[in-house]
Structures are given as structure tokens and as C-alpha cells.
């Protein structure tokens, strides 16, 4: 199936979500996979950001939905995470994921987040899975 993104990605990652560990047993979502894609900074040489996107998705303006990651849990309203990428290709960033869902609950709001690791970069963040995406049993 072809998507249609607003941009073009640099590199990008295929995950399903029965694979990556930590979604809550009342959790459904809805939707089966996700990709990351990778996009080389246009302010800052050397360095990248993330965005989840959920094929299944689309966006208000008929695209596939992305989301940035972030390094706070806390808003955001901080700006979207990015990393060097250091003396790894960018292109080869894909196979140093590694992800897993996050279920907390703050100021009594139940809260779902996909956490992201890049092994040889300083990149740790996370994506805020709205409800809208998912069920609770």
C-alpha cells in the first residue's frame, strides 16, 4: 500500500506494535504499525529528529499522521527532539531503534507514550499517544 507523506523522510523504520513490549494488557490500539522516519536538520548540520507516523492515519490535510518526538514527558510545548547522529550514517540509524510503550498516570489522566532509544547517538524521547488512538477495555 502506498502512503502519502508530507515530506520525505532521510531513512525510516518499520515496526508492528504486537512486537514492542510495554503496551498495557486494556490497551487496544488502533492501529497494527508505525514507522519511524528520520530526517537530517535543516538548522543544525550533523544532526536529526524523529517523527512516529501511523499509516493508517491520515492527517486534517489528508496525509499520513506524524507526531515529533520530544525528550520531556512533562509538554509539549518544548521543541521537537534532535541529536547528533555522530559517526553513524544517517541512513543507518534504523537499525540502532529501539522502542517500547510506556502506560502512566499523572495528576489522576492515564497517559501513553512510545519511548525511543538510538544506540550510538545521545537520542532518548518519546511520542504521547493521544486516546483517540487507542481503546480502553
Known sequence: MKYEYRAKETASKLLYVKDLPGLPEDITLSFNILHIRFYKSREMGGFFFCTLAIPTIKDDEGYVFESDFYNSKGSIDFP??????????????????????????????????????IKGTPFCGHVFIDSDYYTEK
Open 80 to 117: 521537537p527532539y534532535i541529536a547528533p547522529y555522530n559517526d553513524t550514517p544517517i541512513e543507518e540509524l534504523p537499525k540502532s531503534v529501539s522502542c517500547y510503550f510506556e502506560d502512566k498516570t499523572e495528576r489522576q489522566r492515564r497517559m501513553l507514550f512510545l519511548n525511543m532509544k
